[in-house]
């Protein structure tokens, strides 16, 4: 039988330096550059009153013809029916009946400046919100142009170096003790 054991005691020191580099490179620099270029120079753009034009219907002139010439026809029926009634009261030539269809006259002519009125007001309103909605989207768009700028320009926050250092120090200790063993066997 032997008995034995064993000390020891080591220290350990260690130091480093770590640097790290994160830049873009020169092709996406060059890209991101370029393409901050071509989107920049969005500026408000004002209402052009102008532009309600495009958005004019085109068909404006004949809406207000067919409204107009069925307008004329109920006049022409109400001065016939006119005519009869004052025909069938006796009514020919005198003061009355000239006032009678005057008033006639002046109601259909006003009928007809509200209808041409109406229909002007409607394709007025109708352009002019197209051209709003239009001048809307346009300001819109260039804002989310900026808005891509800012992130294309943000990439380049990115880049940068990280540098860090340190120490690592410590001590290690061991002990043991063994034991071994071997039986005899046999004549000795």
Known sequence: MSIGGSKGKSKTNQSFNQTQTNTLSDRAAGLLTGQIGALGGMDYRAFDPASMEQFSNPFA?????????RLNHEGDVARAAQKAD???????????????????????????????????????QQAQAAALGENQNQNAYNL?????ISALISQFGNEGTTTGSGTSQGTTKNSGLGFSWTPKFGGG
């Not at 002139?61 to 010439?69: E, G, P």
């Not at 008033?103 to 007001?121: K, P, T, Y």
């Open 144 to 148: 989310d142009i900026q808005g891509l």
């Open 86 to 124: 004052t025909a069938g009261r006796g009514a020919f030539g005198n003061s009355r009946r000239n006032i009678y269809e005057a008033e006639l006259d002046a109601g259909i002519d006003r009928n007809r400046g509200d209808l041409i009125a109406g229909l002007n007001a409607a394709n007025f």
């Open 61 to 69: 002139s004949d809406v207000i013809d067919a409204s107009l010439a």
